[in-house]
């Protein structure tokens, strides 16, 4: 039976530290050897740099970037230009063939304006398709995608890449891996949480336990898991597990069990 697909979603601190990045990136192109696999890449860090040295500010709500129609030229230039190249470049270089795009490519990924955070895109995964991925994935690459979408208007928006990530996830019915700065969602006493029910979920959402960027991400996860029906979770990028292993519960990790009686 062929394997299921699956989406890799990278950020934070992974991108500045260039010897786990390579790391990193070899599992996931022996990952791809195996099982056809795509990258999805955030990069505030450097979103956040080019903005300063454009003098502009950077404005975030409950761990989610406001974004200036005005600076929609600096984000795109960081993620689909820079960024995206840079990774790349350098998956080709390890011998497994890959492309760069972004969730505008042949308007696959159809999104709705965030009115409150300016020029912001939140995937409406209903009105999306999975055509012009899987023609990449059937030809053998390993598509790397920022989170620079477009209105039907054809503005270009910034989109949270973790939701990026989920919407891509969605469309393909693929098994889901964040990828994070910390080893795994934490409860209220500061443990790990490993395997998780929706439900349990989002109890951990509403008394706040989890919150701002990691609320997004576990939303990101828990809607993924529930259109995809597929493994989901959240890990350290920093571990050195197979990734396989981590969505298969054999490293540390915060999964997505879709078995609501579990928490009864």
């Known amino acids: ?14 991108l500045n530290d260039l010897a786990a990045l390579e790391s990193l990136l070899t599992r996931l192109a022996a990952t791809h050897q195996t099982r056809p696999t795509v990258l999805v890449h955030g990069g ?8 300063q040295r ?20 600096v984000v795109a230039g960081a993620l689909a230009g820079a960024l995206n190249s ?6 080709n270089a390890l011998g497994t063939p890959a492309c760069g795009m972004s969730l505008a490519d042949a308007h ?10 300016g020029a912001v895109g939140i995937p409406d995964i209903a009105q999306s398709n999975a055509g012009y991925l899987t023609t990449l994935l059937d030809a053998g690459l390993l598509p790397v995608v ?3 979408g477009m209105l039907a208007s054809g503005q270009l928006v910034n989109v949270n890449a973790d939701l990026a990530a989920a919407a891509v996830a969605a ?3 693929a098994d889901l891996l964040l990828l994070t700065d910390v080893d795994a969602i934490l409860d209220q006493q500061g443990n790990p949480v490993t395997d998780v029910t929706p439900l349990q979920a989002q109890a951990l959402i509403d008394s706040n336990v ?21 493994s989901t979770a959240v890990a350290a990028w920093y571990s050195q597990a197979p990734l396989t292993a981590i969505l298969n519960g054999q490293a540390l990790a915060s999964r997505i069990v879709l078995d609501d009686s579990a928490s009864a």
């Open 1 to 14: 039976m062929k394997q299921p697909s699956l989406v890799v979603k990278i950020g934070g601190r992974a």
């Open 44 to 51: 505030g860090d450097l979103i956040d740099a080019w903005l």
């Open 54 to 73: 454009f003098e502009r500010p950077v404005v975030k709500n409950q761990g989610l970037r406001v974004t200036q129609a005005s600076d929609m030229p």
């Open 86 to 91: 840079q990774l790349v470049a350098t998956i």
């Open 108 to 117: 696959w990924c159809r999104l709705v304006e965030d009115t409150a955070r």
């Open 146 to 148: 920022s989170s620079v």
């Open 171 to 173: 469309v393909l019915e």
């Open 210 to 230: 989890v919150h701002d960027g990691m609320k997004v991400k576990l939303e990101a996860a828990l809607q993924a898991a529930q259109l995809s029906r597929r």
